[in-house]
Each structure stands twice: as C-alpha cells, then as structure tokens.
C-alpha cells in the first residue's frame, strides 16, 4: 500500500485530509454512519481511508493491543467541538471519492507520519 502526504483543499479529497463521508459499519456493510476519515493514500479510482473517532479507546474497548489499533491525533477543525480524536490503523477502508460529503481539515505532516508508522507497524493491513 503506497502512503502519502499531498494535502490541498481544493475541494477534491487528497492524503492527509480529514474529510467527512459515509464509512459502512465493519459487520454490516449495508449500514453505516458519516463520519470524519483521513485520507492516507489511493487504489486506483478508491480512496483509502482511516476512520477517526472522539471516544477515548483506552477506556472504551479494553482491548490489550489498543495501542496498536487506535493512534492519538488530537484536536482539529474536523471536529466543531474540537474534542481529541484517535484513528484506526488496522482497517483500511476504500471509498468512493462521490461518498465524500466534504473535506474538513488538513493534518499536519508529523501527525499523518505518526498514523503512517503505525500503519505499517500493524500486522493486519
């Protein structure tokens, strides 16, 4: 999976934009909900996603490997409430670029770099 970092608000969903779309639930496709995603790359006509949450994961899924599966990114302008954020790296999902609704923010390089290590840390992508 080729990662990059080319951000540019130009209304066109580009890696290392935070943008807001329809990501179907992992066990159920037909149903799903919008929700903020970073952008961390392309497969041919798909974006590939990252999907971000602002529950806190270390208190919420007990999962021994939690590390491993949610990175810490913070606050940005994709939340209004600018609550902090995590991203899960061991689920990279594909979306058609018409299934985004809007862009919401650029993320800062360093952080997209913390999410890509991770990314490629993990076992399951």
Same mark, same amino acid.
């Given at each position: 999976?080729?990662? =990059?970092?080319?951000?540019?608000?130009?209304?066109?969903?580009? &890696?290392?934009?935070?943008? #807001?779309? #329809?990501? &179907?639930?992992?066990?159920? $496709?037909?149903?799903?909900?919008?929700? &903020?995603?970073?952008?961390?790359?392309?497969?041919?006509? !798909?974006?590939?996603?990252?999907?971000?949450?602002?529950?806190?994961?270390?208190? =919420?899924?007990?999962?021994?490997?939690? $590390?491993?599966? !949610?990175?810490?990114?913070? =606050?940005?302008? !994709?939340?209004?409430?600018?609550?902090?954020?995590?991203?899960?790296?061991?689920?990279?999902?594909?979306?058609?670029?018409? /299934?985004?609704?809007?862009?919401? /923010?650029?993320?800062?390089?360093?952080?997209?770099?913390?999410? /890509? /290590?991770?990314?490629?840390?993990? &076992?399951?992508?």
């Amino acid at each position: 999976m080729d990662i =990059s970092y080319c951000p540019d608000l130009d209304g066109d969903a580009d &890696p290392g934009e935070v943008v #807001w779309g #329809w990501i &179907p639930y992992e066990d159920d $496709h037909s149903r799903g909900k919008d929700r &903020p995603s970073l952008v961390i790359g392309r497969d041919g006509r !798909w974006l590939l996603v990252l999907m971000l949450t602002s529950k806190d994961k270390d208190r =919420s899924d007990g999962a021994e490997n939690r $590390h491993e599966i !949610w990175v810490d990114i913070g =606050s940005g302008p !994709w939340d209004r409430e600018r609550r902090p954020s995590e991203v899960r790296v061991d689920r990279v999902i594909r979306l058609a670029e018409g /299934a985004v609704r809007r862009e919401g /923010a650029i993320l800062d390089e360093e952080r997209f770099e913390t999410v /890509a /290590a991770a990314l490629r840390l993990n &076992p399951s992508t």
